[in-house]
């Protein structure tokens, strides 16, 4: 049995901030002496952009997954949560290069194994960053018939800025298409983040209604983007997915809303009848023996005069939405 013990008191010291790898979302810290990983504390873990002033990022006090790198025990990577790597690449002012990318810890942060409290340190500069070179993929696709919308999710941070609509085509087939059409007038959200969500515009969502056999089910729905179509927050093209090798739509809501009867013109010169609705309609399910003149237009009164057509012919005028009869 020892005669003499003194036990030890002297806290860790943060001595390296070794790597940050924002493609893989770790980072690596060197002590002088060997650590707990129970006792890391995220929340006490400062990256800043500057060795003084800058800006400020603290990582969150959520679940991170933390392990030894070498065999003593003095270095520890920590994998960042979802959140803070999201947060991070959308902060362009900071970890985007080796020399905006800082490190400090307050005291406690992690401790060693006689249970001391890591020393608060200054602002270490990295010895070693990766810059994030992953090019973003489209992981989910969803095309809402009903309202209008396509939504895209891709597994990276997107630079909305750099998005090109006019390159999305949806045709009906995998590959060999029959049937295809590229977004020209269609709009989109322009926040940063994962998803895409596009607005399609009248003239667009008509045209898809009107190009046989797309965009009818799940099947017929298909998804091309080129390389180009979108970057993410660090500059770096998506995945390009080809017209021979298109991606099938996850989700597919179809058009359940009633096309409504906007206005009409009656011209009895030419005995032609101008309907307008509120989307492109069917022709062939046209007939004109539901169609009744009549005048008034109270539908809580009897008309004292009306008319049933018996025939007709339909014809569509330029912008596909407005028919005459």
């Keep these: ?10 806290p860790p010291s943060l001595v390296q901030f070794s790597q940050l790898d924002m493609n893989a979302g770790t980072l690596r810290l060197s002590f002088n002496e060997p650590v707990t990983l129970p006792s890391f504390n995220a929340s006490l873990v ?28 003095t270095l520890v990577q920590v994998l960042l949560s979802a959140g803070d790597l999201r947060d991070l690449k959308l902060n362009t002012a ?4 080796q020399s905006n990318s800082y490190l400090s810890v307050d005291i406690g ?26 090019h973003p993929q489209v992981t989910y696709f969803l095309l809402d018939m009903n309202k209008g919308q396509i939504v895209l999710s891709y597994d990276d941070i997107l630079n909305l800025a750099t998005f090109s609509v006019v390159s999305l085509q949806l045709q009906n087939a995998l590959s060999n298409a029959g049937a295809k059409y590229s977004l020209t007038t269609s709009t989109f959200n322009t926040i940063n983040g994962y998803v895409v969500n596009i607005t399609l515009s ?19 729905t298909y998804l091309v983007l080129p390389p180009n179509a979108i970057k993410s927050i660090s500059n770096i093209e998506m995945i390009g997915i080809t017209d021979t090798n298109a991606r099938v739509a996850d989700v597919y809501i179809a058009d359940t809303t009633l096309p409504q009867l906007l206005n009409f013109t009656f011209n009895l ?6 309907l307008a609705f509120s989307e492109i309609v069917d022709t062939s399910s046209f007939d004109p023996t539901i169609f009744t ?23 569509v005028t330029a912008n596909r939405q407005v028919y005459n009869l």
């Excluded at 942060?109 to 992953?134: G, K, M, Y």
């Design 1 to 10: 049995q020892a005669s003499n013990f003194t036990q030890d008191i002297t």
């Design 46 to 73: 400062h990256l800043q952009s500057m060795s003084t002033g800058g800006v400020i990022f603290d990582l969150s006090a959520g679940t991170i997954a933390v392990a030894y790198i070498s065999a003593d025990k």
């Design 94 to 97: 900071l970890a985007t290069v």
């Design 109 to 134: 942060a992690i401790q060693d194994f006689a249970s001391n409290p890591v020393a608060s340190s200054s602002r270490l500069n990295v010895a070693s960053f990766i810059p994030d070179t992953t």
């Design 202 to 220: 009248s003239s667009d969502l008509n045209a898809i209604k009107a190009t046989k056999n797309l965009a009818l089910n799940v099947n017929t």
């Design 269 to 274: 010169g030419t005995g032609i009848i101008m």
């Design 293 to 315: 003149l009549q005048n008034t237009s109270n539908i809580y009164m009897a008309p004292t005069v009306a008319y049933t057509l018996r025939n007709g012919t339909l014809t």
